[in-house]
């Protein structure tokens, strides 16, 4: 009887994902990083994100009618929104190798790729066609389809967070536990600044991971 072929898909996933420097928000192991442990997509909404919230604070200090402050607050919810987008992918695929390789995860994620591409879901209710790859084949598989349904997800962040009909205070109340909150980023900013030059200049040639 011929020797079962040595299943190696367990072992490349843990080459992908074990020990990889990965971005701290989507958590993609393929994405170099760019800067305070973020990939370069990553680090520049936090930058809009925080532009976009100093930009609300001013406005709103000086706005006499709510109506004033609509457009700080639309473009201040779009970027929230951004930033959870990419830290929701982290969650969702920064541990692929540790998965349970259920069928159903790959019925939703070729169904996700196939409504994208042919705005038609040709995988509904069709896990079974996954049942014969055993659990680590299914992980591997889950990576190599994952890795398409996240750069559309990368590349269409922006269209995807603008159609928005929640109030700034449900946006911000929605936030997923643990995520980064710009509010006290901002605080945190502005004591490091009122510390004075030598303290800020020391802060920018040694930026923390993760609070640039
Ligand atoms: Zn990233």
Redesign the pocket.
Known sequence: MPAKPHDRADERLKDIFVGASV??????PY?AIHCAG??R???SIKLELRSKYASYLARQAVSKHRDDLWSAEHDLIVAIKMAES?QTD?RTYGNLHEGDGRTISLELEFGFISRRWLHKDLFNHRAYLFECFTPSQRRYLMYLVSRMSLEYRRRNRRSDSVYNTDSLEDVMKGRAWGTYRVEDDVRALKRRNNRGPQASSRSRAQPPVGQV
């Open positions: 971005c701290a928000w989507c958590k993609e994405r973020l990939c997509s990553c680090y990419a982290g």
